[in-house]
């Protein structure tokens, strides 16, 4: 049985200290807050986990095997590092970390402890991203044209990262769990409406080889909230609306067909193609409970987890580099 | 009564000849086309209105007053300034001419013999952007924050022009119309899906003074048509979607609340204020016949149109600096 | 060339000109109409069509092979008799007749003479209802359930026939052509909200053997426009909703599954099933086009009609029926 | 501190227990359950409260000042009336009582022991429900025409009851507490698909005197979710969506204008009426917590709870009706 222990009892916490204590092969053994009344909350719900103040006591217990960090993401790089650094297996939240230079320490400590290190996309593990994963995989959509979302709502304002860091970390994780590959070169545009704080709106273009081209539109100012991914392929193209209760994931089998044969003026004729669209049935299972279970599943047998150290790194690759270019009025950045 | 001639009986073309025969104060007198097919078409239909495969021939015509373009952007030029030089008034499709320059001449032309140069920016003659202008133009919506569009679908693939001229075109206008200030740079991005085509996907965000941003999200390969603004205030929002049967402006009570006293840690505090929904009557007149008859009120009356030729100018202007942008990633270009 | 004369240019006979213009083998010879403005109408749109006043001059005209009826229902039966009397195929607009003795004889008389006879049941020939009587017809829905409509809006209120029969009429001749069968009891409900009309909302329910209810909701006063018909099978359920611009049809593989073991308290285990959803790609060819066609192809081949007199009688009949029993606050009523 | 014990901790109980744990005033002393694992639920979750297998025992504590009872229909007579006879003031699910003779008895216990008897009515509680009370009390509506509502879904055929009692329940409880009156006739279709299960979909139309007309469509095999209601009025009219994630409730500046003056013919002119669409603000308070607290209060203060057992009564005199009428095919029944 694999011990769990916790930091931070804050808005996520709970929910990762839930799925954890019902995940198979694993329990939580410990939490950590400096809040006394974060902790008198845990010993009331869970009265069999041990809570702590202090994380280097927290990691000091034997019985903890794997910790899980949620707090602010100016803290994952040093408290990952301290639990690395202490033999614990880690599970971070995201941002996976606050800088490229921190994410790339992370991941190397975790490499050459031969610990499993994992970031929780949770949105790779819901049944709506599974489901395009395994439509993507086998080539259903043909060559990949492009991957456009959109993610706005009236939403909390941080103090401390822009709406990219955000939400956009969202979109990013999936898309980097989608394509399976790295864009070379970003260029964002963004706007800070309250002096003194960050970007609340932010667009993000992301440019990948091969004429591919991913677009995320992130507003924590907008009078409605849309969930929003158009995915569009050669052969087919997908719309994924979170905010559906059913039919979440919808596949079109529409597209352009392109003449080969070049006219007199040495022009491709374009022509239109539609047909059918088709919702697949989408299972109900929690994503956190699926994470979870993965995550001691790759401890276990030693692999490597569906969101890596290094996916978290990806994510936070592209984010450095957007931030870079959102200050610069969309000036691209290259990867 | 004024006389009409139009140049161009293509696809768009038989929308202006129907509009300016039913516009008070105006008969369609000319068209001119050099495809037989569609000059037959207008004598069967309208018998009393001379066709004609040349120009020139049809501007030596004295009943026609003025001249209505409905061609290619790249004829705008020589076919509106060889109207100015024959003393009509002109009407222009959009986008109002291929270049900066080209639309600067024809102003200039215009205002030097004091003839009425007036671009088609149709969708401002809608029942749906007037009733948003009216809400702006009140100060409802408090300080403009930002002005977001998405028009998307299966699309004709244009070969001469990208989808920045030929979809971007439309809210340009509106925007143009509804803010009443023009941006100080821009930043494109997009892709060519199709070797040897232009840009069949685009995203452009223009920056204004004073915290204004807007993004523009254009596309000719999208599996569902998307045709949805969204209009952020600091008192109020709007959504306007243009899919809507009925309701198609809505306003929205919510926005957030600063907290002017600064905290101990020299922080703002960001509120959330949400309230009621409203979405304002629209009546149901034809915008083309509301624009053809502001037309004729402006030649008779002397008075600048809504969509004047300079209003043409700004929205080309910004389109010029977009391709530049697009061409370049991102780059922002300065207008 | 089969030659039409149509009686009445109101709101409808315009789309029926039009389409048999345009119909291959056909060509509008004739047109009648008591109003002189109505004439004068059609001389100036189709100058070569000879227009009446009086419907006895019209038949006499040897070059009139087939008359198309769009007059208001209680001229039907006299119109639609003298015409067949004259030896001319017959189009006759929904509702078929106003009563059922009218229907049968009409009927009857067309039989006698061997001429064609048919109701515009415009309905059956748009692409979503094709494609869903081709899926019934496969048996995909597996045993029929139950069949529910809804076509309520703000709608004219009719002075001389209740909603029923304005607007039921278009749902009970999809049903009968997609169902094949005849209720044989119906139960009507509804009201009338102003002094000295008929009822202005309704709802129907038809029985039919086998355990399959059939349900109709009509309203002239509703604050939205919904046109949603939900047809539940024992294999599949199809939600077909006319207001959406794309997807009209919708096919869910969802069902109930009954166990046929009986457990020890006597009770059949009822479970669920959810399957994919599938929106067959439809296609934009207009409905009167194909049956304004359909119409002359019979009258070749002789051929009896989709929407032939007997299906508009069948119609007829549960009009009839329902409005004596909503007379009686929804006694049944036996077809 | 009022003691609350809860009978029944099956699929409501448990919220009953949470919310009246949580309401000011009150406290959960006691739960009673047969079955053994659920009682280990309450005890694992709620330590201080004491379960019990036995009503009666439970009864007996003198800590227990109300009941709540959460169990099938069939046992809400003998159970509320075993609980008044102990003196305990009464909470009891929906459908209030299993026939209006229960129901009178129940209604009339109480009434002679002067004790609180409530019936779970959740939706009358719920922000919209609320909002649309108080427009229909301020006139804001006009004189009332039609309430129509629909509520289907896939969903569990119940063994015991009808879809009406299990899902028109909540329908007619909350047009009863918005239109304040009762029907006086009703009449009721629908279909068993299940051999030897009661009615899996059902349609209920209720009359009122003064024109006012009521409808329900209910149905447990329903490809896709609905939740709504339209409610005319002679000034506006509201559509209820449970399904929109906000805007639930949309108030419809429409209607009809009917001239007074007749017409040569002796018709009236009914003309139409369009105008704003407007969707207020609504609280996102859990209706069930509003409830409880509500309960409490009518204990305390001796007053007449909203969902008294009276309205539960008239609930159950429409069901008990409705049924004998769906087992007649519609003929109308008397209340």
């Not at 049985?1 to 092969?25: C, D, E, H, K, T």
């Not at 202090?54 to 899980?68: E, G, S, T, Y």
Request: overall charge negative; glycine content about 6%.
């Amino acid at each position: 049985m694999l011990g769990i222990g916790v930091i931070g009892y804050g808005y996520w916490g709970p929910n990762l200290v839930r799925n954890f204590s019902q995940a198979r092969g694993a329990q939580v053994v410990a939490v950590c807050d400096q809040r006394e009344e974060r902790r008198a909350l845990v010993e009331k719900l869970y009265p069999a986990v041990t809570t702590y103040t202090d994380v280097d006591a927290m990691l000091a217990n034997p019985q903890v095997h794997a910790v899980a960090i949620a707090t602010p993401v100016s803290s994952h790089f040093p408290l990952a590092m301290r639990a690395l650094e202490a033999g614990k297996h880690v599970f971070v939240e995201k941002p996976f970390a606050a800088t490229v230079a921190e994410g790339e320490q992370m991941v190397a400590e975790a490499r050459r402890r031969n610990l499993t290190l994992m970031v929780d996309h949770t949105f790779i593990y819901t049944s709506a991203v599974r489901k395009i994963k395994e439509l993507v995989d086998q080539g259903s959509l043909g060559d990949l044209y492009y991957y456009d979302s959109v993610r706005v709502n009236l939403g909390l304002f941080q103090s401390d990262v822009s709406v990219l860091w955000d939400l956009a970390v969202h979109d990013l994780s999936i898309m980097d769990f989608l394509i399976g590959r790295s864009p070379q070169m970003v260029a964002a545009t963004g706007m800070a409406h309250v002096p003194g704080r960050p970007e609340n709106m932010a667009y993000l273009t992301c440019f990948f080889d091969h004429n591919l081209i991913a677009h995320f539109h992130v507003n924590w100012l907008a009078p409605v909230k849309i969930r929003q991914t158009l995915i569009g392929g050669s052969e087919k193209m997908i719309v994924y609306d979170d905010m559906e209760m059913s039919e979440k994931v919808k596949v079109y089998d529409k597209g352009i067909i392109v003449s080969h044969e070049e006219d007199e003026i040495y022009q491709r004729h374009v022509g239109y193609r539609t047909g059918d669209m088709w919702a697949p049935r989408l299972d109900n299972i929690e994503a956190l409970k699926i994470e979870a279970e993965h995550f001691v599943e790759c401890i276990q047998h030693g692999q490597t987890p569906l969101s890596s150290g290094e996916a978290g790194l990806r994510v936070v690759r592209i984010l450095e580099a957007a931030s870079r270019s959102m200050a610069n009025h969309g000036q691209p950045v290259a990867i």
